[in-house]
């Protein structure tokens, strides 16, 4: 059954420095997002990208914050400036289309960041 | 209910027992809804959707009940087994014109006792 990836599973990095998390979404899907869960909260949307711009994106997804189609397969978050608040467990997500029977979003297994 | 911190709200269900976990949404425009599994240090497995122009939909060992009048959804589970134990979401789909973000409750701890 196709899955969605998510590549690495756990990063560390120091306040600051610039983190690049990846997704493989599921191929043939058209929609992709990003969904962050702070330990012991949550799923919160940060943004969702169609036809390779941004539908939508939550308060959350300021200025530090950019996503990435860059081939046909790869899906990336970019944080330019990591704060510590950052620290939380990254879901990518796709769906097949946004129309009645096709926009169920499936999640890949997490990125682990934590800001030191 | 919704879930503030670390304090999710916990359903003990004993093996072989049926569970109910409730979940109250917030946008009465919300047309689409889905159930979430979480199990630990995992993303959220999709479990069942309705839409709302239904009021019931079952699927294998779930059943999922949606009161758009209170804008209250239940998701029953049959025969509840120690795999079962995880947190469960409902998420509802808002803004679908904007590209159908997921708007996720506060989760509720299932812990199966055998």
């Known amino acids: 059954e196709p899955e969605v990836t998510q590549t690495p599973s756990h990063q560390v990095t120091q306040m600051g420095q610039e983190v690049i998390l990846r997704c493989v979404p599921i191929?043939?899907?058209?929609?992709f997002y990003w969904y962050r869960q702070i330990l012991g909260q949550k799923v919160e949307f940060l943004v969702s990208f169609y036809n390779n711009e941004i539908s939508e994106k939550s308060e959350i997804f300021d200025d530090q914050f950019s996503v990435e189609r860059p081939d046909g397969s790869n899906f990336t978050l970019k944080i330019r400036s990591t704060k510590l608040e950052d620290s939380a467990m990254y879901f990518c997500?796709?769906?097949?289309?946004?129309?009645?029977?096709?926009?169920?979003?499936?999640f890949g297994p997490g990125t682990r960041l934590l800001v030191l | 209910g919704e879930s503030v911190g670390l304090h999710l709200p916990t359903l003990s269900v004993q093996e072989g027992d049926n569970s109910i976990i409730n979940c109250a949404y917030s946008?009465?425009?919300?047309?689409?809804f889905i159930w979430y599994k979480q199990e630990s240090g995992k993303g959220p497995q999709f479990i069942i959707d309705i839409r709302s122009n239904m009021d019931k939909r079952q699927g294998q060992r779930v059943t999922v009940l949606l009161n758009k009048t209170v804008k209250h959804l239940s998701l029953q589970i049959a025969a509840t087994q120690p795999g079962d134990s995880a947190v469960y979401f409902c998420a509802e789909v808002s803004n679908k014109a904007a590209g159908n973000k997921l708007t996720f409750g506060g989760g509720t701890r299932v812990l199966v006792k055998p």
């Open positions: 997500a796709s769906s097949p289309n946004g129309v009645a029977g096709g926009e169920t979003q499936y």
């Open positions: 946008n009465s425009a919300s047309d689409y």
């Open positions: 191929s043939n899907h058209l929609y």
